[in-house]
């Protein structure tokens, strides 16, 4: 698996430790409640988000990846339950009354979904859409949102920005619409960006293009990026901190090329080792490991990755804690790899 740019990018994580995080999230729960069913959907989840990073969060579908960062911009559904705590800028997001929340929602914190045709407005030319987006988040005049508004066009690289601007969304491809998603996104200038399967639906060259984009801006702006994604490969080409999800709950977390060099959770080898290596160097969707994932209205005792496990033991009907077990490196399992054992792997 290419990991020269998280190679790269951890070196300088030593430096920016230094900076205070721009998100902090802790122990956060997301429980779904319905006709006395209990859905927990994210299971103490806690991480820090510096200024200038990209954190991709990755697991199979149903393990909360969404919900944990829809979560935070309040977009749940009123059956939702969250406690814990997420700080934004210091500030407490858990618990903010909505109206306070969507001056966030957009402006701080903005999110650039998976599918760009549904979240486009069909009828609009994609120019007057970016300049609304500004004028929403700032006292700029019509005439200056429009200069900006093709100026982010410019810098989403979408070519012939000036002609663009007057065109319907159906008018352009997928990986154009998912750049002025993108223009949109940046028109609040937001500190943090969350794309969520952002590329999924792209080809694979497109998803690269779309990719060194969001770096891109990440280190012009400074800005903080979550990646949410089901794409191993993706995480470990472009994002600088993985944490890896599994039923609601985070099993493993460190600086990417920590992460991808020293696996030590069954679950997330499991993952990586289902890739046929030659598909490695592609970025490809999570393997299919044999079993599914538990039902989160019935969790097994003990560790949820138990019954697919090919290490489980006794013990693991007794929750693992997840904890830093080496500098910068958490996990959550009681018979974790060692290095001996990943390079015979
Ligand atoms: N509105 C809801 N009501 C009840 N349960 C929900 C609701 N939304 C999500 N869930 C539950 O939360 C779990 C986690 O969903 P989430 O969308 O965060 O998963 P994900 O890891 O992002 O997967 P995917 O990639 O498929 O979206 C789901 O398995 C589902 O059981």
């Known amino acids: 698996m290419s990991i020269d740019r998280a190679t790269r990018t951890q070196e300088s994580t030593s430096e920016s430790s230094e900076t205070a995080p721009l998100l902090e999230v802790s122990d956060l729960r997301v429980r779904f409640s319905r ?53 934004f800028d210091g500030v407490e997001l858990v618990g903010m009354p909505d109206k306070q929340l969507r001056r966030y929602r957009g402006a701080d914190i903005a999110m650039v979904f998976q599918d760009p045709a549904r979240s486009l407005n069909p009828t609009m030319r994609v120019g007057n859409q970016i300049t609304e987006a500004i004028r929403a988040h700032s006292d700029v005049d019509r005439a200056r949102a429009r200069e900006r508004a093709v100026e982010l066009l410019r810098l989403v690289r979408l070519a012939a920005p000036e002609q663009r601007f007057h065109e319907y969304p159906h008018q352009l491809s997928g990986g154009m619409r998912q750049r002025v998603m993108i223009a949109i996104a940046l028109g609040a200038e937001p500190r943090l960006l969350i794309a969520d399967e952002a590329t999924t639906s792209l080809d694979v060259t497109t998803q690269a293009q779309i990719m060194e984009l969001l770096l891109d801006l990440q280190e012009r702006l400074n800005m903080a990026v979550i990646l949410i994604s089901h794409d191993l490969g993706l995480a470990a080409s472009y994002a600088q901190d993985v ?64 019954p697919r496990c090919s290490e489980a033991t006794e013990r693991c009907s007794e929750e693992p804690p997840f904890a830093e077990h080496e500098p910068g490196h958490w996990w959550a399992c009681w018979h974790p790899a060692t290095d001996q054992e990943e390079a015979s792997a």
């Open 243 to 306: 944490i890896v999800m599994y039923a609601g709950r985070a099993v493993e977390r460190a600086a990417t090329a920590d992460l991808f060099e020293h696996v030590r959770m069954p679950y997330t080898r499991a993952l990586l080792g289902a890739i046929p290596v030659l598909e490695r160097q592609a970025h490809t969707l999570l393997p299919v490991i044999p079993g599914q994932p538990p039902d989160l209205g019935a969790l097994p005792q003990g560790c949820p990755f138990r």
């Open 35 to 87: 006709r006395g069913r209990h859905v927990h959907a994210v299971n103490g989840l806690s991480y820090r988000l510096r200024p200038g990073r990209m954190l991709a969060i990755v697991g199979e579908s149903g393990s909360g990846k969404s919900v944990s960062v829809r979560s935070l911009m309040g977009l749940l559904p009123p059956t939702a339950q969250v406690s814990g705590s997420a700080r």
